[in-house]
């Protein structure tokens, strides 16, 4: 079981826990930080939602993807997503 700890929460297996799920049941799930990239474990498809209200899909996606987010959409299908401070 891997885990990253930060001090908003933490990631375990690829979700948010202390905080809100990096993907959730709501269209848009809210980061609990203003993330500087992402990094995705499992190759899959990406919608995210960047600072300046932009949503962008990144297809196939995989290893770091830098920008500014502030939440990844529920349709993503990308797996072990970590945001990185």
Do not use: C, H
Request: charged residues 5%; negative net charge.
């Amino acid at each position: 079981m891997s885990k990253i700890i930060n001090l908003n929460g933490y990631i375990e297996n690829g979700q948010f826990a202390g905080g809100q799920a990096v993907t959730g049941s709501d269209p848009i799930g809210s980061l609990p930080f203003t993330a500087g990239g992402l990094y995705i474990g499992q190759t899959g498809n990406l919608t995210a939602q960047t600072i300046d209200g932009s949503v962008l899909t990144f297809v196939s996606a995989s290893g770091f993807i830098p920008g500014i987010f502030t939440s990844v959409s529920s349709s993503t299908t990308a797996g072990a997503i970590i945001a990185l401070r």
